[in-house]
């Protein structure tokens, strides 16, 4: 029996290279259950959950997950071990580590190499957000209802920005 998370009809899988990072990543999530988009949720580490995040994406790919939310700390090696496995997008979030405030994260996540594309985030809580949003906007691509919802989101956040309440 598989050691994680499966979610009925999900189209994100994120993927955090550690529980610690589940606090920042929570906001991934809680953005795209705003938007109704199923997802699911796994600490799968490129490094000590090797096999096991093999077994998952072969898995999630059958099941139709659509894209990867992918979010790691230090070497933050995940994203890109994620990309050399699928072909479905991957959405990079570096995660603030013990060392360097997350640049090393950053730096890790943006600089992989031709042919093995990650669209990388933010550092943290602004990126996990974005990262959400943008899986929406590349889910509503194909989806008319959701880019509605997409797009009535942007205007309440415009409208926000112009109030004095």
Not at 28 to 36: G, T
Not at 64 to 87: D, P, Q, T
Not at 104 to 109: E, F, G, R
Not at 136 to 152: I, K, N, T, Y
Request: aromatic fraction near 6%; hydrophobic fraction near 45%.
């Amino acid at each position: 029996m598989a050691n994680y998370t499966t979610v009925k009809n999900a189209k994100v899988g994120i993927l955090m290279g550690s529980a610690s990072d589940w606090p920042v990543m929570k906001r991934a999530s809680e953005m795209l259950e705003s938007f109704n988009v199923p997802h699911e949720c796994n600490a799968l580490s490129a490094h000590r959950n090797a096999e096991l995040l093999r077994e998952y994406l072969a898995d999630a790919e059958k099941r139709g997950i659509e894209l990867f939310i992918c979010a790691a700390g230090g070497a933050a090696h995940l994203a890109g071990v994620v990309a050399a496995h699928s072909e479905k997008p991957v959405l990079g979030c570096p995660m603030q580590g013990w060392s360097l405030d997350g640049l090393d994260s950053l730096l890790s996540t943006v600089q992989m190499p031709k042919g093995i594309p990650v669209a990388t985030f933010a550092i943290g809580g602004a990126g996990a957000t974005n990262a959400a949003l943008f899986a929406v906007q590349m889910l509503g691509m194909s989806d008319s209802d959701l880019l509605g919802r997409f797009s009535e989101f942007r205007i309440t956040q415009a409208d926000s920005t112009t109030s004095l309440d």
